[in-house]
């Protein structure tokens, strides 16, 4: 049964750091590619960053280039998210999410709950 | 970046009834789009890959179609637990976005 599990979310202050894992079971977890997409309250998904099976190609979207970090242990089965100079804005829950091909996500997890507040 | 840009962001409807849902993209994404379906509390499911491919596991009666840059989910026969947000998104290229949401509302 696959399963996909997020942590290390909680309230931060603005410019603080948290680094979310992601905990993958029951697939061959290095024969595919990650993703991180996120909520905010009351928002719409927003896709945050790729890694692709290997780790070698990575892509983030603009706002938080520079700033967050993607990687990934194949031999651990799991997927990180360091995430510095946290800004109001990043407050959302955080879902891991992977697929064999571009195609859709297939497995999610149930996402973690980041707050950025003063 | 594509833009998704998704209708109706809500819908009324009542079990049994058909609902369609739609996706436009700014420019041609060809087929690259799914469709998911997210509840409260839950980790969103994927309905729809390659925009015309039900994903294993998923009921006959979500139905997608389209190519290029317009798009639909359809709901054949809306039954109680389909009640949820729908999203689309494109995957032709980063940054992946995603549809503004349809949320599906018992009438």
């Known amino acids: 049964q696959v399963q996909m599990v997020e942590s290390g979310g909680g309230l931060v202050k603005p410019g603080g750091s948290l680094r979310l894992s992601c905990a993958a079971s029951?697939?061959?977890?290095?024969?595919?590619?990650m993703s991180w997409i996120r909520r905010a309250p009351g928002k719409g998904l927003e896709w945050v960053s790729y890694?692709?099976?290997?780790?070698?190609?990575?892509y983030y979207r603009d706002s938080v280039k520079g700033r967050f970090t993607i990687s990934r242990d194949n031999a651990k089965n799991s997927l990180y998210l360091q995430m510095n100079s946290l800004r109001v804005e990043d407050t959302a829950v955080y879902y891991c999410?992977?697929?064999?091909?571009?195609?859709?996500?297939?497995?999610w997890g149930q996402g973690t709950l980041v707050t950025v507040s003063s | 970046d594509i833009q998704m840009t998704q209708s109706p962001s809500s819908v009324s409807a009542s079990v049994g009834d058909r609902v369609i849902i739609t996706c436009r993209a700014s420019q041609s994404i060809t087929s690259w789009l799914a469709w998911y379906q997210l509840k409260p509390g839950r980790a969103p499911k994927l309905l729809i890959h390659a925009a015309i491919n039900l994903q294993s596991g998923v009921p006959s009666r979500f139905r997608g179609s389209g190519s290029g840059t317009d798009f639909t989910l359809t709901i054949s026969s809306l039954q109680p637990e389909d009640f949820a947000t729908y999203f689309c998104q494109q995957s032709s290229s980063f940054p992946w976005t995603f549809g503004q949401g349809t949320k599906v509302e018992i009438k």
């Open positions: 029951g697939f061959t977890f290095s024969d595919y590619y």
């Open positions: 999410a992977s697929a064999r091909t571009a195609a859709g996500l297939r497995y």
């Open positions: 890694i692709g099976s290997s780790g070698r190609n990575i």
